[in-house]
């Protein structure tokens, strides 16, 4: 029986893919700081560490083994270090999630080597970082200092009624109650993964041998235009859409330019992605069901 661990496993994509885990029949440990109940009950074994605390890394894991470890909360050089140093010799795969955010906004769909860590600097004596620079960072430490197997998925916006930043919902609900939506730039077109599909590539990724980056995101994209008006389609209302307002109603997809990823690295490992023009539809259906 393989022995997993996963860091951050309580809510979102990181709970489907411990619920996964389980539905395989594997020994499951979940690790997080103790603060958010679940509903695994006996089926896991549970840790209570502070990830951003290399000596508490070190407390609960410097003697343990794992087949493969899922790192879910790692956003900056020093979660790195310390899980580079925690596990170096510990672990058979190491899958850490990154993000589409280690890309700049515009040109085509991003390719893996649009953001290349083996090249970029790091910086042990930084301490604030923003979002973007302490994911670029943590690839950058693991591409460039770590000697076991591990992958760096890059998910952009993850969506499911289960996500608890209600990014979608922040759309359906401003359209029916005809409050304005800030949106720098209406054509610009995301990529989108769903919760339950991010579960899945990352189980998927546990047990490749594909190295470093990869990215992963349903099959097409949406304009920001086309998403709103397929709401307004949903809802049979109109919405007003202006280029900015108060923040509280500034749009959380609101981004100047295209922001799209290549998913060809996974597809030719095998993996096969769902259909955004499919799926998003009936989850505006699911959502715009709430505030009936």
């Not at 343990?64 to 580079?84: E, F, G």
């Not at 109650?177 to 998927?204: R, V």
């Not at 295209?258 to 505006?284: C, I, R, S, Y």
Request: net charge negative; proline share 3%; glycine share 6%.
């Amino acid at each position: 029986m393989k022995k997993v661990l996963v860091l951050g496993g309580t809510r979102f994509f990181g709970r489907r893919l411990v619920e996964k885990l389980l539905a395989h029949n594997y020994d499951v440990t979940v690790a997080t700081r103790g603060k958010t109940k679940d509903a695994f009950g006996d089926r896991v074994h549970r840790v209570t560490v502070d990830r951003s605390n290399p000596q508490s890394m070190k407390d609960a894991f410097q003697d343990t083994k794992w087949d493969i470890v899922y790192d879910n909360i790692n956003y900056n050089t020093h979660d790195a270090k310390s899980a580079i140093e925690v596990f170096e010799g510990n672990v058979g795969r190491y899958v850490f999630t990154s993000t589409l955010s280690v890309y700049d906004f515009g040109g085509d769909a991003k390719v893996e080597g649009d953001f290349d860590p083996s090249t970029y600097a790091y910086d042990l004596n930084q301490d604030e970082f923003t979002y973007q620079e302490g994911k670029r960072q943590a690839e950058a430490i693991f591409e460039q200092t770590r000697a076991f197997s591990a992958t760096y998925v890059r998910f952009p916006i993850v969506l499911g009624e289960d996500d608890y930043t209600k990014r979608l919902h922040f759309h359906v609900e401003h359209v029916l109650e005809g409050l304005p939506i800030g949106i720098p730039n209406q054509q610009a077109s995301l990529s989108f993964i769903t919760s339950q599909e991010a579960a899945d590539f990352l189980f998927f990724a546990g047990h490749e041998t594909f190295t470093g980056p990869v990215n992963a995101c349903s099959n097409g994209a949406y304009s920001l235009d086309e998403l709103i008006t397929l709401i307004e389609e949903i809802t049979g209302k109109q919405s007003r859409v202006v280029s900015s307002t108060e923040d509280q109603h500034m749009s959380p997809f609101g981004v100047p330019d295209n922001w799209t990823m290549n998913t060809q690295k996974a597809k030719d490992a095998g993996f096969t992605f769902l259909n955004l023009h499919e799926w998003m539809p009936a989850l505006v259906k699911t959502l715009r069901k709430e505030y009936q």
